[in-house]
């Protein structure tokens, strides 16, 4: 009779690596494929609608194991967009909660919530509106950001967040974080990438200050740290937090991925969980050329030289990169973005490709037999 460690060692040998679980604290993931965070810009006043409880929902059901929210502002000002979601009401957790009971009664799949603040980014149009005229007066707010420099000539100029500022900023993540968790959220990710307001703490290009949040990569991290341990203490023991960074600027003189490890080893001593790895939007001009798996390079290389776990995301277009990125031990799980809005169904159909038994929930069970032409 095989025994425990027989079984297992013979399942690592027949399962492919991307249909491996992965526990994070108390968390555990069916397979490595998680729908990266992506803005949806469809909320009213915040609040997520049908459109959100179909998007998240049926990606869930396609197979996910993990399907994390676009970026939800901590405060009404903290948005985008006035089509962004958001959390800083107890309005907004029944509507999210909503989504979230959908996803657990109907799939194994798992929840994440990214908290963020957009920062200089903020006070926009929605995309297809275009962006060649600022909002009227009376829709636009006022922007922050750790010094007064605009995103880009169309932008208006923010206000250099004072002490009070900071503080506030601090209250708000602590108090959307308590709200994730009586809407049930599995996880919590925080938004540290991108260009947006904590982004824009951690970058030189960006942060001009001459305080103790500016200055060196270590007075640059205090507040992105002093906030992941605000949150830290109201978020359950037994959840794992996340945080997502750009690794690189792609713009000289900004932050490299030689300090991409030492922020991996910041968070890694401060007791994150996972660190999802992107790169680039921090200015206009930081934009990589988007080849095939172009970002895995950040996360492999952190993961290897911190020891903490990563997500990787950046064109991820096939189970063949998949399977690879965790065999090779490149990183934890594999988010696809543009990937998901072409097929919600991506595990499913690479779980027939692979020829892996991936069970149906009970309504499509009679789908097992089908072959498609």
């Known amino acids: 009779m095989a025994t425990a460690t027989q079984d297992a060692t013979a399942a690592m040998k027949t399962t492919p690596p991307m249909f491996m679980p992965l526990t994070l604290r108390g968390m555990t993931l069916t397979n490595r494929v998680a729908m990266s965070p992506m803005c949806m810009y469809s909320a009213t006043d915040g609040v997520v609608t049908d459109f959100h409880v179909v998007h998240l929902g049926s990606r869930a059901v396609g197979g996910a194991a993990m399907v994390m929210t676009e970026m939800t502002g901590v405060s009404p000002e903290g948005r985008i967009s006035r089509g962004c979601a958001g959390i800083w009401s107890d309005a907004h957790i029944a509507p999210w909660k ?29 995309p297809w509106e275009g962006r060649d005229a600022a909002l009227p007066p009376g829709e636009a707010w006022q922007l922050v950001a750790p010094s007064a420099i605009a995103f880009s000539s169309k932008d208006a100029v923010p206000k250099a967040m004072d002490e009070a500022d900071i503080a506030k900023l601090i209250r708000d993540f602590v108090a959307a ?17 991108h260009g947006y307001l904590l982004s824009s703490f951690i970058s030189p290009l960006t942060n001009k200050r001459n305080d103790g949040y500016g200055g060196s990569l270590e007075g ?14 109201v978020w359950p023991e037994r959840k794992p937090i996340s945080a997502r960074i750009s690794a690189v600027d792609w713009v000289e003189g900004g932050n490299t991925a030689d300090d991409a490890v030492e922020i991996g080893r910041m968070f890694k001593a401060a007791g994150l969980d996972i660190l999802d790895v992107s790169s680039g939007n921090v200015t206009p001009g930081g934009r990589p050329t988007a080849g095939g798996l172009f970002q895995t390079p950040f996360a492999e290389r952190i993961r290897r030289e911190t020891g903490i776990p990563t997500m990787t995301v950046g064109n991820i277009r096939s ?8 065999a090779d031990g490149r990183a934890d799980l594999a988010l696809l973005a543009k990937g998901y809005l072409y097929d919600p169904y991506f595990v499913r159909h690479a779980a027939y490709s692979l020829g892996y038994d991936l069970p149906w929930p009970n309504q499509y069970a009679r789908v097992a037999p089908f072959k498609p032409a």
Do not use: C, Y
Not at 98 to 126: C, E, M, N, P
Not at 179 to 190: N, T, Y
Not at 220 to 233: G, S
């Open 177 to 193: 974080t308590k709200r994730a968790e009586r809407a049930g959220f599995d996880m919590v990710e925080l938004h540290f990438g």
């Open 98 to 126: 909503r989504v979230v009971d959908f996803i657990h009664a109907h799939s194994t799949s798992k929840i994440a919530l990214q908290l963020g603040h957009a920062g200089r980014k903020g006070s926009q149009h929605l």
């Open 220 to 233: 640059r991290m205090r507040l992105p740290l002093e906030i992941f341990h605000a949150v830290r203490k």
């Open 319 to 326: 189970a063949d990169e998949i399977n690879a990125i965790v």
